[in-house]
């Protein structure tokens, strides 16, 4: 049967009609800022006090775009007679946008928390080197880090608080003094000075 002429064109303008009278969803960017996932991937933060200039996050990472400089200072000894040690200063801590594939991995591998994401996106520039951030910038990015999710009220405790919370509590059960009532414990001294003897019965 042959096709009706013209109707390849009337479901086209159906479809744009129920399209017409639905109710608009797109958001009047940049007028409306968009409402991110709390997981968005924009930009990375640096925290920097945090950072000791391991360079883990430069080595692992696979596109190579973390720039980092530094220098050694001598730190003088905090007590008499002892040693000076050394430590790491940060001079630059530099992140190319423009190579960089937002796969995280500088994130996940840094040991002390100076690498956060961001869901800041709006750092487009019209000459590719100027995506090379700072640590300036990337200090600026760090405010913008949305807060960890509530833990789930079911789960376990992590390793790290069980443990410090267990040791918290036999420090205070060792500090705790005796309570007035309680059983003497065996081998320990009654009320009349003599030791208890395991065993031994009461003598008339």
Sequence with gaps: MAPVPGSGLAKGLAVTLRTMTKKTVTEQYPDTQPELPPRTRGVIGLFEENCTVCMLCARECPDWCIYIDSHKETVPAATPGGRDRSRNVLDRFAIDFALCMYCGICIE????????????????????????????????????????????????????????????????????????????????????????????????
Excluded at 160 to 174: C, G, N, S, V
């Design 109 to 204: 591998v840094c040991p002390f928390d100076a690498l956060f994401w961001s869901p800041e996106f709006e750092y487009a520039e019209t000459d590719i080197r100027d995506l090379t951030h700072e640590r300036d910038k990337l200090r600026e990015w760090m405010w913008t880090v949305p807060a960890p999710p509530a833990l789930d009220p079911g789960a376990e405790d992590p390793k790290e608080l069980a443990a410090a919370r267990k040791a918290a509590d036999k420090l205070a059960a060792q500090q705790q003094p005796d309570r007035p009532g309680q059983p003497d414990r065996p081998g320990q001294a009654d009320q009349s000075g003599q030791p208890d003897r395991p065993g031994q019965e009461d003598r008339p």
